[in-house]
């Protein structure tokens, strides 16, 4: 049966929105999505700009963790190489503890140079040092007392007092598109976090011919790997509402770009300016590429995205740069009591007649 997880950014489009309120917006999704049946939350991390305010995934972990009860809360993702690996691995054994073992630990290399900066970190390392530091995570978690002695990482013999309570690890996700690190993810258990972003079918197809070929290159079968997904999604049957909704995924596209090209700061401080691109999709492009319209357009275009890429799981992002909450509360319900059930009785009638790749794409 496929999962259904929320991913929560915290976006701040502008100062009409408070800091706090987003804080409390992000909160109230999540135990909105819990009530729901969800089985996933997944917050982000990111600094020093508006793009997304939680600088700790797992502090919002331990913070949503007694005001839920059966959702499971992850990282998406603890970025590694702005961490150090002994207060990492303390941090996840206590969030998980206090979630009563719900934690599900995401973790990536990172992409935004603006923030690298900052940490003191050079991004051109970041492979390296996530790889290095994986190394130390897997051993962290299994060993009582563990050393690790590499080229970005020196730890003397060290032990974690506060341990998870899932033992020995909370499922580890690796948030990634290189096919070197899925590779490794699936060699070693991992789970995968994968995006297409705001792309549309096509992309899905050569994303899971991506992922056979790289199972198929180290003989791995890729239905024991876990698959998420994360993608833009929204059910309605007012235009206007998912106009809106797919304005905000467009300000949230902007922005990441001008992250990625170090156009960050406005005069103000984080307040990252949202600009207009000559390669902005329009509001109609992207209606045409995500699955968007009314409830039974949603199911059939979900369960044929489902069917091409075959994710153990879709991780909707509710929160995109200032789209009213309580719409988005609506939204969150409305999933839980139609949409998912009504995807969920599609595929478990069509699954066992599910055509070859290249059919269901044709």
Known sequence: MVEFGIFILMQQRGYHQRSDQILRNAVEQTVVADRAGFDTAWYAEHHFSNYGLCPSPLMMVAHCAPQTRRIRLGSAVCVLPLYHPARLLAEAGFADVVSNGRLELGVGAGYQQFEFERFGVNLPDAPKIFSEFLAVLQKGFREKVFSYDGEYIKLPPTAISMRPQQSPAPPIWLATLNPAVQARAMRE???????????????????????????????????????????????????????????????????????KERRAQSSDGYMVREDERPTDPTIDQLRAMLPVGSVDQVVERMVEEIRILRPTQVALQTQLGDFDQATMLRQIELWGSRIIPAIRRELAADMPAVAPLAAASA
């Open 189 to 259: 258990g991992h789970s995968l976090f994968v995006t297409v972003l705001l792309n549309g079918k096509e992309k899905l197809v050569e994303l899971r011919r991506s992922l056979d070929k790289v199972a198929g290159e180290i003989g791995h079968d890729l239905n024991r790997t876990r698959v998420s997904l994360l993608r833009c999604a929204f059910a309605s049957d007012r235009k206007s509402e998912i106009d809106a909704y797919l304005d905000c995924a467009r300000y949230q596209r902007r922005v990441s770009e001008s992250l």
